[in-house]
């Protein structure tokens, strides 16, 4: 119950724009809310915020709260995260997880990552 | 800022215990839940205890979590150390303007 599905890898170039879905491989979720987490290469996992796929509420985590966008389709209760002006060190693994439909904070299941490169 | 530290790696034979801790700084460790995450090398994450002492189904009760207010510090213990629990352990919690993950600890069963 609650497993996470992502799209595919991307491959981007700098200053491109990259639209990541996270939807659940079942219809049993209803009250739920999704967070992004992203991981570089070889470093530790991050935070990026949180989307309501109850209510639509979003938290952006503040390292990329300016370039991050989170959006929803309530009827297939799919989420996606839009991460604009793409730079090499936006390299990374992006990860959904199943959170809180309420409020963020605690991630009961993953997604199984989308690697998002970025390079000329 | 609420910072949580973790050692960055621990090692243990099999069949032994091992405590993973997670220390809290800015802010207070048990206002809010504690998380433990699994990631093996190349995998993905997994939540092995959430709300600061629930497993998930499928966890074994081999792995446990507690929350120290006293010592501002979250703890994972692994009993019985298999050689498959070798992996990266992540804590995370969260404040009222982000969710915080701990560096990470990386465990060898050795």
């Known amino acids: 119950q609650g497993h996470l599905v992502q799209s595919g890898g991307e491959v981007k170039e700098p200053g491109a724009s990259v639209k990541i879905s996270c939807r659940p491989s079942d219809d049993t979720l209803r009250n739920f809310g999704i967070s992004w987490v992203r991981q570089a290469p070889g470093q530790g996992l991050e935070w990026m915020g949180w989307?309501?796929?109850?209510?639509?509420?979003?938290k952006y985590g503040q390292k990329m709260q300016d370039r991050v966008t989170f959006t929803t389709d309530t009827s297939t209760r799919t989420a996606y995260m839009e991460l604009r002006s793409l730079r090499s060190d936006d390299t990374a693994v992006y990860y959904c997880?199943?959170?809180?439909?309420?409020?963020?904070?605690?991630?009961?299941?993953w997604g199984q990552g989308t690697l998002v490169t970025v390079s000329s | 800022n609420f910072r949580l530290t973790q050692p960055h790696s621990v090692s243990e034979s099999p069949g032994k215990a091992v405590t993973i801790s997670c220390t809290g700084s800015g802010g207070s460790i048990a206002r809010n839940y504690v998380q433990w995450y699994q990631q093996r090398p190349g995998g993905v994450p997994t939540t092995v205890i959430y709300e600061d002492d629930q497993r998930p189904s499928g966890v074994p009760d081999r792995f446990s979590g507690s929350v120290d207010s006293s010592s501002n510090s979250a703890s994972l213990t692994i009993s019985g150390l298999k050689t498959e629990d070798e992996a990266d352990y992540y804590c995370?919690?969260?404040?009222?303007?982000?969710?915080?993950f701990g560096g990470g600890t990386r465990l060898s069963v050795l």
């Open positions: 995370q919690s969260y404040d009222i303007d982000n969710g915080v």
């Open positions: 997880a199943r959170d809180r439909g309420y409020t963020y904070g605690v991630f009961y299941n």
């Open positions: 989307i309501s796929v109850y209510n639509g509420n979003t």
